[in-house]
């Protein structure tokens, strides 16, 4: 009987543990960047949509202050109302968002100002207002105007 001594080529268990470990540090490294990156994508969308409603909320209070002819802020009620011979509209603010008859903006104010003719006012006519939200910049704000109808004056 002839004996064959030949070597079958493999690996050694050691340096099949050594790449289970590298691997092992690889795939969790893989998993916590990919945590991350979702975070990041979440905290993306997240201020994606605070800014879009914001605009939204923006567009809505400039057509509806241009459109109608009065604005009234009573600040006892936290409400702004806007008159025209054939339609209202009111804005109810609370702390945490600001409500309307057919819409709610999840937005927090900070500040809120208020003008007529210029001049900073507590209450009654409005022709201007000044919004800062919690959650933005400085640089992000609201202001709003309209042009006065000249018969306020008679």
């Known amino acids: 009987m002839i004996k064959i001594n030949q ?3 493999a690996f050694t268990l050691t ?3 050594v790449v289970i470990v590298i691997s092992t540090i690889v795939v969790g490294l ?3 960047v990919l945590k ?3 975070e990041s994508m979440s905290n993306i969308d997240e201020n994606y949509e605070y800014k879009e409603e914001m605009q939204s909320f923006e567009v809505a209070l400039t057509i509806d202050f241009n459109r109608l002819t009065s604005v009234k802020w009573n600040p006892y ?6 008159y025209s011979p054939i339609e209202e509209k009111e804005y109810k603010f609370f702390s945490d968002s600001i409500v309307t008859a057919i819409h709610t903006y ?6 809120k100002k208020f003008y007529f003719e210029g001049e900073p006012v507590n209450s009654g006519d409005v022709d201007a207002m000044k919004l800062t939200f919690y959650n933005t ?3 992000h704000r609201v202001f709003v105007f309209k042009y006065n109808d000249p018969t306020i004056h008679f």
């Open 106 to 111: 999840p937005l927090q104010l900070k500040e």
């Open 137 to 139: 910049r400085e640089l």
């Open 77 to 82: 009620e936290s409400t702004l109302s806007m």
């Open 7 to 9: 070597k079958i080529k």
């Open 30 to 32: 893989a998993f916590s």
């Open 36 to 38: 991350i990156v979702q």
């Open 15 to 17: 340096e099949v543990m």
